[in-house]
């Protein structure tokens, strides 16, 4: 079975600085992966994907994700942060077969402190 | 805009008293899916619709059932909830059953169990 690590609760970063959001899978064949946020008393936004071909993914409001497959992982990451960016992200994963459900981490919880 | 609908944003019931949530959508999409997620934990998928075929998740309580009268509509029913099934229900919907399609997800409903 598919499963979706996260290994941070939380990530503190200042405005204008780098941030990093790590998320390891776990799934037999070639993963389908995703990455989305919620903002508070909101639903999920779809960030970005991965399906195949260039490893580096670019998705919405300058969020980009590294897919690397020795290391299963997907980590989310934007050059410049802003405090707008302040939510809970979700990693999720996919199995390449058949009807499986879509595999959510527990969600890391982005502050961006101006 | 097209959109995933969620009414009401807020919902309080009574221990035992059945309940009704419901879902719209106006992106023309095959699947819809119910999702049950507590307090910043992981969503967690309780059953989806492939266009009027039901699909219940093994873990999903006997408790919880839904009805897709039409393309645009999905309702979740709470027999009797109990005070576990306070959190926030999320729906969301798929072009289609293919692993690489992404889901978009509505605002969410809070449900209140007292």
């Known amino acids: 079975a598919q499963s979706v690590a996260q290994p941070e609760d939380q990530v503190n970063v200042a405005e204008g600085n780098p941030l990093t959001v790590k998320c390891t899978y776990s799934?037999?064949?070639?993963?389908?992966l995703f990455w989305y946020v919620q903002y508070p008393n909101r639903g999920l936004q779809f960030l970005l994907k991965y399906i195949t071909g260039d490893n580096l993914v670019k998705g919405s409001y300058g969020f980009e994700a590294e897919f690397n497959k020795s290391q299963t992982s997907f980590h989310l990451k934007k050059p410049s942060a802003l405090v707008s960016d302040s939510a809970l992200y979700f990693c999720a994963v996919r199995a390449p077969w058949g009807n499986t459900p879509l595999v959510f981490g527990k969600g890391t919880r982005l502050s961006v402190i101006a | 805009d097209a959109m995933v609908i969620q009414n009401p944003r807020y919902q309080v019931t009574q221990f035992g008293k059945p309940v009704t949530l419901s879902c719209s959508q106006t992106?023309?999409?095959?699947?819809m899916y119910w999702y049950q997620q507590k307090s910043s934990q992981a969503p967690k998928l309780l059953f989806h619709?492939?266009?009027?075929?039901?699909?219940n998740e093994a873990d999903t309580p006997d408790n919880f059932q839904s009805r897709r009268p039409n393309t645009s509509f999905c309702f979740l029913d709470i027999r009797s909830p109990g005070l576990g099934d306070a959190a926030m229900y999320l729906c969301?919907?798929?072009?289609?059953?293919?692993?690489?399609?992404?889901?978009?997800f509505g605002p969410g409903t809070r449900l209140t169990v007292t």
């Open positions: 619709y492939y266009d009027k075929d039901f699909n």
């Open positions: 969301a919907t798929s072009r289609d059953l293919g692993d690489t399609y992404e889901q978009y």
């Open positions: 992106l023309n999409h095959n699947v």
């Open positions: 799934v037999s064949g070639n993963p389908y």
